[in-house]
C-alpha cells in the first residue's frame, strides 16, 4: 500500500504555477551546489568549518542571484515604460 | 626487470583510478569512501541522491527522457547507470511532462548528474594522489 503511493507520487509530476514564486525553486539547488561543491573542494573536513564555509558560498551565490533578478526586472522595465 | 615491475605498478593503478572512477559513477559518494573519504562520501551521497529524487518528484520519472530531451538524459546519466534504467522506462512516452515541473525536474536531475561528475573526478584525483593509501588515517584522526 505505501511503497503504491511512494512510487505513483514518482509518476505524475507535482502543480507548479508560473508565479514569480516558482523562483524559490533555485534555492534548494543553490544549497546542493554549496555543500557539494565544498565538500570536494576543502582539503581537510572539519565539520563546523564546512558547515559554515558552505553557508557562506550558499548566501553569496543566492545574493547574486537575487541582484540579477533585480537588474534584469529593471531592464525589463525601462525597456517597456 | 625494473621496468617490469614498473609497468605493472603503473597498470595497478590505472586500475585503482578506474574502480574509484566506476564506484563514484554507479553510487554517487562511494569514489570517496573508496578512498577513505568517508564523510566526503556521506555528505555527497545524501545531497546528490536527494536532489535528484527531489528532481524526479516534482517532474516525475517522465522528466528521463533519452528520446525527446538527449542532451538533458546526458547529464543526468552522471548520476548513475539506474537513469539508463528509467529512461528505459520512459522511452514510450507513457510519462508525459510539460511546463514549470517538466523545467524544475530537468533542471535538477540533470545538475544531480554534474555534481556527480565533478564528484567523479574529485574521487579520481584524490585516488591519483595517493589519499586514502598515504595519509587519510591521519587526516580522519585530526578532523
Given amino acids: 500500500m505505501l511503497e503504491g503511493l511512494v512510487l ?12 514569480p514564486a516558482s523562483m524559490l525553486w533555485m534555492f534548494p539547488l543553490l544549497a546542493a551546489i554549496s555543500f557539494v561543491y565544498k565538500a570536494t573542494k576543502m582539503r581537510v573536513l572539519f565539520f563546523k568549518r564546512y558547515l559554515l564555509e558552505s553557508l557562506l558560498l550558499f548566501l553569496s551565490v543566492s545574493g547574486f542571484m537575487i541582484m540579477a533578478i533585480i537588474v ?3 531592464v525589463c522595465w525601462l525597456i517597456t515604460s | 626487470m625494473a621496468d617490469s615491475s614498473q609497468q605493472r605498478a603503473s597498470f595497478d593503478q590505472s586500475l585503482w583510478l578506474l ?3 566506476l564506484a563514484a559513477w554507479m553510487i554517487p559518494g562511494a569514489g570517496h569512501f ?3 573519504e568517508r564523510k566526503r562520501g556521506i555528505i555527497i ?3 546528490i541522491t536527494t536532489l535528484f529524487v527531489l528532481g524526479l518528484y516534482v517532474g516525475s520519472i517522465g522528466v528521463v527522457d533519452w528520446v525527446g530531451g538527449r542532451i538533458w538524459f546526458y547529464a ?17 512516452g507513457d510519462f508525459q511532462v510539460f511546463g514549470r515541473p517538466s523545467d524544475i ?32 588515517h591521519e587526516e580522519e584522526e585530526d578532523a
Fill in chain 2, 45 to 47: 551521497f545524501v545531497v
Fill in chain 2, 34 to 36: 573508496l578512498v577513505r
Fill in chain 2, 105 to 136: 525536474g530537468q533542471i535538477y536531475t540533470g545538475i544531480a548528474g554534474l555534481l556527480n561528475f565533478l564528484c567523479i573526478l574529485s574521487a579520481v584525483y584524490m585516488a591519483y594522489c595517493g589519499r586514502g593509501q598515504l595519509i587519510g
Fill in chain 1, 72 to 74: 534584469l526586472n529593471l
Fill in chain 1, 8 to 19: 505513483a507520487a514518482f509518476t505524475s509530476p507535482i502543480e507548479i504555477g508560473t508565479t
Fill in chain 2, 76 to 92: 543526468q546519466i552522471l548520476y548513475s547507470p539506474v537513469v539508463g534504467i528509467i529512461g528505459n522506462m520512459t522511452k514510450n
Fill in chain 2, 19 to 21: 574502480t574509484v572512477g
